[in-house]
């Protein structure tokens, strides 16, 4: 897959968000290395603690399905479901990422003009895992 067609899903992805409290709409897609994809949104909870990220609801889906070795992931995001600018995955996220993946995992940044390219290794240096 292309990460052009992955950046596709994830703007698709991103039309599923719940986010009546901030109004800020993230989408994910996630590759899995038998080539099938994940696609995930946020979904808000009032409590804002209970608040799950679109990347790691795309990991939980794919892990839930059995699949444990992953290959890329794009995420976008925006108010009202507009790009704006590019955001990165929070900590969180880079965290349950690592729990998966390799330093090498590719995370396609998606902004209003593109997407650009990082490692996890780039995004969460230092990281453990076991």
Do not use: W
């Not at 709409?25 to 990220?53: F, H």
């Amino acid at each position: 897959m292309t990460p052009e067609k992955l950046v596709a899903l994830a703007k698709e992805a991103m039309t599923h968000a719940y986010a009546p409290y901030s109004g800020y709409k993230v989408g994910a897609a996630l590759l899995c290395s038998d080539g099938s994809v994940y696609q995930g949104c946020n979904i808000e909870n009032s409590a804002y603690s209970p608040t799950n990220c679109a990347e790691r609801t795309a990991f939980f889906k794919a892990v839930y399905d059995g699949h444990r070795d992953f290959t890329a992931i794009a995420i976008c995001g925006g108010k009202d479901g507009v790009i704006t600018g590019s955001f990165p995955p929070c900590g969180v996220c880079r965290q349950v990422m690592r729990e998966f993946c390799k330093p090498d995992f590719q995370i396609y940044i998606i902004g209003k003009d593109g997407y650009e390219a990082q490692t996890l290794a780039d995004l969460l240096p230092h990281s453990f895992s076991l």
